[in-house]
């Protein structure tokens, strides 16, 4: 995995700047960023303040989590549906029969 050499805050920082009025290329090449990278900023952080990009950074932590929960239980529900209907065959009924 790649290491991140800007955070959230910083971006956010030069997104602002660019809707000031500032080139995209200027502010590339102040940052040391290309311009592929500023437009995918742009896509993902646009319209986002500080605390909502904290929530977007928890979210995404959380469905990483949750997405081989939902895998397994996919595989489980499935391998549950190959088993052939005639292995169940219900309730036993030893006993007395029921009053």
Known sequence: ???KRHTEEPIIAVLKEAQAG?????L???HGISDA??????TK???LEGSEVKKLRQLEEENRRLK???AEQALDIQALKA???KHWSGPR????PPR
């Open 1 to 3: 995995m790649t290491r």
């Open 22 to 26: 500032v080139s995209v290329q200027d």
């Open 28 to 30: 590339c090449r102040k």
């Open 37 to 42: 990278t500023f437009y995918k900023w742009r």
């Open 45 to 47: 952080y646009a319209g």
């Open 68 to 70: 081989p929960m939902v």
């Open 83 to 85: 088993i052939p209907a």
């Open 93 to 96: 009924r030893n006993g007395p």
